[in-house]
């Protein structure tokens, strides 16, 4: 009776500590395996983070080129406002010009057309003088407005030229900022998605480790559970050792 006593626990025994180094040795795998899919995880979420923040770097970029452009598109829009002001200013003053160089000579021509009497006439001396400073003075008026128009000429054609030349720069800006605009929408909508994964992320982790803190506790408690029968199959065991071994020394 001793002997099946003892065989019975000493078998229950080797079962409970069987089973309980199956459950600890796959206690100690699922904590690896658990720390491994952590820590791939968190290399990943840093991943993503430092990502995410390189590409909002290039976005804060791409804006200000936005900013720059943009005022430099409004200087151009600004300097072709002044050309086209100053240059039809500069045409007001070639039509005024002309107008004073048509005046002056028909006053020239009038004063050269100008009839005088007979050089022995008493009054021929004042009127010739008279006709000499007419003349004069015409051909100063004709040489003054003269070069007012060839000055205000030039300067239409000089803002005329700015215009032309301000005109593809600002298409070249306008081309630029459309450009850039593209460039903000990717950018904007990639770190969006970015920021989406890297929360679905840092949940998954948070329910990772609470499903993983739960399934542990449950193995520590299995475990806790299996222990308490094992030291009570130990000492069963050693309690019927002794008896045994008390019965051999009576008998013998």
């Known amino acids: 009776m001793a ?8 078998l229950a025994k080797q079962e ?6 199956r459950m600890q040795q796959t206690a100690r795998q699922l904590a690896r395996r658990g720390e491994h899919a952590e820590r791939s995880a968190r290399a990943e979420q840093t991943a993503a983070g430092e990502k995410c923040r390189q590409m909002q770097q290039q976005l804060d970029q791409v ?59 008493p009054s021929y001396a004042f009127l010739e003088q008279g006709r000499r400073n007419a003349l004069k003075q015409g051909a100063r008026q004709i040489a003054d407005a003269q070069e007012r128009i060839r000055t205000a000429r030039q300067e239409a054609e000089e803002l005329a030229v700015q215009m032309g030349d301000a005109a593809p720069k600002m298409d070249q800006c306008r081309a630029r900022l459309a450009r850039l605009g593209g460039a903000v929408t990717a950018l904007g909508s990639q770190i969006r998605t970015l920021e989406r994964f890297l929360e679905s992320l840092a949940a998954g982790l948070e329910a990772y480790e609470a499903q993983g803190q739960t399934h542990l506790s449950g193995m520590e408690h299995a475990i806790r559970c299996m222990e308490e029968p094992q030291q009570l199959g130990t000492q069963a065991w050693k309690a019927i050792s002794d008896y045994e071994d008390a019965m051999n020394r009576i008998r013998y």
């Open 3 to 10: 002997r099946f006593s003892a065989e019975t626990v000493r």
């Open 16 to 21: 409970l500590d069987e089973s309980l180094a």
């Open 63 to 121: 804006r200000e080129l936005m900013v720059q452009n943009q005022a430099a598109l409004y200087r151009l829009e600004d300097g072709l406002g002044s050309a086209f002001r100053r240059r039809e200013a500069a045409l007001c003053r070639e039509k005024a010009a002309e107008e004073a160089l048509e005046e002056a000579q028909r006053q020239y021509r009038a004063a050269k057309a100008m009839p005088l009497p007979a050089e022995n006439d």
